[in-house]
T-cell receptor, first 113, second 112 residues
Framework: GENVEQHPSTLSVQEGDSAVIKCTYS??????FPWYKQELGKRPQLIID?????GEKKDQRIAVTLNKTAKHFSLHITETQPEDSAVYFC????????????FGSGTRLQVQP | SQTIHQWPATLVQPVGSPLSLECTVE??????LYWYRQAAGRGLQLLFY??????ISSEVPQNLSASRPQDRQFILSSKKLLLSDSGFYLC???????????FGQGTRLTVV
């Protein structure tokens, strides 16, 4: 099955700096890669996703890049703000939605004001 | 629009007691349904998934079970809880287009 590894496990940045979180996946057939943000005690919520036919996607301060050859993808947050502090999860899946998303272990991002 | 309901929000149960967590989805038919568990400060571990009524796939051996008695209802159960069953349980659904998963509000279970 799919295995997703995520690092770093914790990341502390100063407000205004950029943050980068990286994930690798094992199943070369995976073709959908979402990123979720989970605030303390809340449900994970999608912030951005990318499919394997695209190398990069951007939404305001958030961007995701995908390298299919190397089987890794990254989340980039620019101009970080204190409200960006949360746990971020990457995930991967293939085929139809009948398959579950496999999640990384999460990154706790702390943005220092 | 689609919504997912999960209850209860919090639960404190003694060791050896039974468990039943319920999840329902509205606004869609034939959803793919999932139960995940999140231990404190850890990632999301897939426990069960279901692609249709009565169809359950288990991802990890454990003393938990799942059932799908109706198209949009997914239940997580245990006959006898263990201390190690404590955690944050999340129900989720996806459609068949390989898009995002939508999560319920979660149930924080503490086994004492």
């Amino acid at each position: 099955g799919e295995n997703v590894e995520q690092h770093p496990s914790t990341l502390s940045v100063q407000e205004g700096d950029s943050a980068v979180i990286k994930c690798t996946y094992s199943d070369s057939a995976s073709n959908y890669f979402p990123w979720y943000k989970q605030e303390l005690g809340k449900r994970p919520q999608l912030i951005i996703d990318i499919r394997s036919n695209v190398g990069e996607k951007k939404d305001q301060r958030i961007a995701v890049t995908l390298n299919k050859t190397a089987k890794h993808f990254s989340l980039h947050i620019t101009e970080t703000q204190p409200e960006d502090s949360a746990v971020y999860f990457c995930a991967a899946s293939r085929g139809t939605g009948r398959r579950a998303l496999t999640f990384g272990s999460g990154t706790r991002l702390q943005v220092q004001p | 629009s689609q919504t997912i309901h999960q209850w209860p929000a919090t639960l404190v149960q003694p060791v050896g007691s039974p468990l039943s967590l319920e999840c329902t989805v509205e606004g869609t038919s034939n959803p793919n349904l999932y139960w995940y568990r999140q231990a404190a400060g850890r990632g999301l571990q897939l426990l069960f998934y279901s692609v249709g009524i009565g169809q359950i796939s288990s991802e990890v051996p454990q003393n938990l079970s799942a059932s799908r008695p109706q198209d949009r209802q997914f239940i997580l159960s245990s006959k006898k809880l263990l201390l190690s069953d404590s955690g944050f349980y999340l129900c989720a659904w996806r459609d068949n287009q390989n898009t995002e998963a939508f999560f319920g509000q979660g149930t924080r279970l503490t086994v004492v």
